[in-house]
């Protein structure tokens, strides 16, 4: 199983970004799949998730109103649109997957992806 993500970047304050995580070897649409992020010097902390099977979302209180997160199950992909950012989102972001979403909310999804830097400027 792995997990790409791609989408990361430099921007300035207020810009938005897309980030991707393609999955290979699973199937997304059969599982929960979500977003973190780790900032220098901080722990990975929990950004987004969505459910496998009603789709319902949840997000840091951080994320409410700017991000959303949204799966393409054709395309085995799970997205996080950026928008607002802040100078705070500055981050290495990371997908994560797994069948119980409770866990992967915790922090325990069964499933990583490699990380992709955002650095947002003010």
């Known amino acids: 199983v792995q997990l790409q993500a791609c989408g990361g970047g430099l921007v300035q304050a207020r810009d938005s970004l897309r980030l991707s995580c393609t999955a290979s070897?699973?199937?997304?649409?059969?599982?929960?799949v979500g977003w973190f992020r780790q900032a220098p010097g901080k722990e990975r902390a929990f950004v987004a998730a969505?459910?496998?099977?009603?789709?319902?979302?949840n997000y840091t209180d951080s994320a409410k109103g700017r991000f959303t997160i949204s799966k393409d199950n054709a395309k085995n992909t799970v997205y996080l649109q950026m928008n607002s950012l802040k100078p705070e989102d500055t981050s290495i972001y990371y997908c994560a997957a797994g069948l119980h979403e409770i866990r992967l909310r915790l922090g325990f999804p069964e499933y990583w992806g490699q990380g992709t830097q955002v650095t947002v400027s003010s």
């Open positions: 070897g699973l199937t997304l649409s059969n599982n929960a």
């Open positions: 969505v459910g496998s099977k009603r789709g319902t979302k």
